[in-house]
């Protein structure tokens, strides 16, 4: 006799099959009951001086943006020095779309208190673009 399979075993089908070819390309994650989002912090963009940070004056005040709409919202720079000179800081803003190499960018979870045991079925979410290799390639040549 053929014993109908429990709902442990069909739910991680389910899931496996919902995933995107490339994870990586997502802003944001909701395939288990943790919700995932990646963000950029603002004030490296400035401290960092990046290519892709415009500035237009308005009304006395200047507001910077980003060029690749890594984030979507533009920002009063005197607000965002002020709140960098206290702690904890400006903080973090929603990506968009995908964080370039240059970005400070993280992924920020949130309702970690609902892991299930199968934990993680999206682990490339968590990828995120970085300037240098995290590895090393190391090729031993061997004298003749
Ligand atoms: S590309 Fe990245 S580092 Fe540059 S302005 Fe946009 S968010 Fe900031
Ligand atoms: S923990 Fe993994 S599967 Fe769950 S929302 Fe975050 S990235 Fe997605």
Do not use: W
């Not at 299930?116 to 995120?128: A, M, S, T, Y």
Request: proline share 8%; with cysteine.
């Amino acid at each position: 006799m053929v014993r109908p399979q429990s709902k442990a075993v069909e739910r991680p089908l389910k899931v496996i099959s919902d995933l995107p070819l490339r994870p990586q390309d997502e802003t944001e994650c909701r395939r288990c009951d943790v919700h995932c989002d990646k963000v950029v912090y603002p004030a490296a963009c400035v401290e960092g001086a990046c290519p892709f940070l415009y500035a237009y004056e308005e009304f006395g005040r200047t507001y910077v943006g980003c060029m690749q709409k890594v984030y979507g919202v533009e920002i009063d720079l005197e607000l965002l020095e002020e709140a960098q000179g206290a702690k904890p800081g400006f903080g973090a803003v929603k990506a968009r779309r995908q964080p370039l190499p240059m970005c400070r960018a993280e992924v920020s979870s949130c309702y970690e208190h609902r892991r299930d045991r199968l934990g993680c079925v999206n682990p490339e979410f968590f990828e995120l673009p970085r300037e240098s290799p995290s590895f090393r390639v190391i090729a031993r040549i061997d004298a003749d």
